[in-house]
């Protein structure tokens, strides 16, 4: 087995730019695993028509679900890309010659806009979702497995499990190439799509904090918002006023509010337990 081998693995419900997603993987010998977790059965057919290997795992953690996938997966090399994701023309074969000396390697990610609202989306995540640390989409050889705590994710993590696997590679201060001429593009997204997703970030902190990854956030601190005004400070300088004052209004709000609601909601079930 070459060195170079790849398994792309593609976790998917109910989204049907699976299709566009897995007809983007235009090199024949890198081989397709599509997760099913909890699919519809549109999904269902396109995985049939398709043709691409399939296993289901119904699982609400999204930790678990790439840590099954990967033990799943039969190549030295993986890979996770969103479904709403798509690689651009001839993107895998950068990836695949860097992965014979890098360990890791994250390729671009641009997020596509067409409208006024999924341009400030897009612009945002150049702040909220960097390219120069290795989140998602990105791929990795097995070999840093014991480099970075004997595992790739965490079942405790439903949410937020991609920030817990960058902060442990940075942490076991393993190289990551950071490709130029491969990129990854991600459907457009609406400010509600983002506001869901800041609002699920925030779910994941909460179960970031309650491991230990990371502290639990101060209450007093959040709502004096001196973080928020200066996040939009900084936002509204880089990349303009529209930008900032979305990040400020909605973005941090919508995180914030997932954080506090899931920590109340398991507050009170601890609280019930205990009566």
Known sequence: MSNNELTIIIPCSGDLALSSC?????????????????????????????????????????????????????????????????????????????????????PRLVYEFDSLDTRIVSTLREFTTYNNIPFLPLAFNRSIKDKI???????????????????????????????????????????????????RLGIGRYYQSNIGIFSHRNILRDLLILDELNS???????????????HFLGWRPAYKFGYYQKRIKESLKRTKSWG
């Open 22 to 106: 897995i007809k983007s993987i235009d090199d024949r010998s890198t081989r397709i695993l599509v997760v099913l977790n909890f699919p519809t059965p549109d999904v269902l057919n396109i995985v049939k028509n398709l043709r691409v290997r399939s296993i289901r795992i119904d699982s609400p953690s999204l930790g678990e679900i790439r840590q099954l996938a990967i033990d799943k997966a039969d190549t030295p090399n993986i890979m996770f890309l969103d479904s709403d994701c798509a690689l651009e023309r001839n993107s895998i074969g950068p990836i695949k010659q860097a992965l014979k000396t890098s360990e890791v390697v994250k």
């Open 149 to 199: 705590g004997g595992y790739f994710f965490r079942k405790e993590l439903l949410w937020g499990e991609d920030r817990d696997f960058a902060m442990r590679v940075l942490g076991a201060n393993i190289a990551v190439n950071y490709l130029q001429d491969a990129t990854v593009v991600h459907s457009k997204l609406t400010i509600a799509d983002d506001l869901r997703s800041a609002y």
């Open 232 to 246: 939009m400070i900084l936002v509204t300088q880089r990349y303009g006023l529209l930008a900032g004052l979305y």
